[in-house]
């Protein structure tokens, strides 16, 4: 009676080990599947931020092209060797008016897409913390 009794707890110390060690595996796994998880979003914000960036860099591009356009148009009413009629000169000022016009609103819009690319990095941000959290209540 007494070996089996000895058994029956070797048994069932057995069984406890067994569960802790499943439980354990669990626990690693899940573990590993929230770094998975964590990997993703943030690959995916940093090509979120990628595009930003080209989108910036693009309207930077054309800023400083519409300068050169600008210093051509000027260098080339300077260049003229009769004086400019009038009507040239007015047309000339008016177009580098509308470069200078066009080139502020390059600034404003590459201005426009930083702020909403932060913006979209901050909430992004925030699911991740809200979904830790979330994952953190539910454990």
Same mark, same amino acid.
């Given at each position: 009676?007494?070996?089996?009794?000895?058994?029956?707890?070797?048994?069932?110390?057995?069984?406890?080990?067994?569960?802790?060690?499943?439980?354990?595996?669990?626990?690693?796994?899940?573990?590993?599947?929230?770094?998975?998880?964590?990997?993703?979003?943030?690959?995916?914000?940093?090509?979120?931020?990628? @595009?930003?960036?080209?989108?910036?860099?693009?309207?930077?591009?054309?800023?400083?092209?519409?300068?050169?356009?600008?210093?051509?148009?000027?260098?080339?009413?300077?260049?003229?060797?009769?004086?400019?009629?009038?009507?040239?000169?007015?047309?000339?000022?008016?177009?580098?008016?509308?470069?200078?016009?066009?080139?502020?609103?390059?600034?404003?819009?590459?201005?426009?897409?930083?702020?909403? @690319?932060?913006?979209?990095?901050?909430?992004?941000?925030?699911?991740?913390?809200?979904?830790?959290?979330?994952?953190?209540?539910? @454990?």
């Amino acid at each position: 009676a007494e070996e089996i009794k000895g058994l029956l707890l070797q048994e069932e110390a057995t069984k406890a080990t067994a569960a802790e060690i499943k439980d354990d595996k669990e626990e690693e796994t899940n573990k590993g599947a929230e770094e998975i998880k964590g990997l993703l979003l943030q690959e995916e914000a940093t090509k979120e931020t990628n @595009k930003g960036a080209e989108d910036i860099k693009a309207l930077l591009l054309q800023e400083e092209e519409t300068k050169a356009t600008a210093a051509v148009i000027k260098d080339d009413k300077e260049a003229s060797q009769h004086p400019p009629h009038e009507e040239e000169t007015n047309k000339g000022a008016e177009e580098i008016k509308g470069l200078l016009l066009q080139e502020e609103a390059t600034k404003a819009t590459a201005a426009e897409i930083k702020d909403d @690319k932060e913006e979209e990095t901050n909430k992004g941000a925030e699911e991740i913390k809200g979904l830790l959290l979330q994952e953190e209540a539910t @454990k």
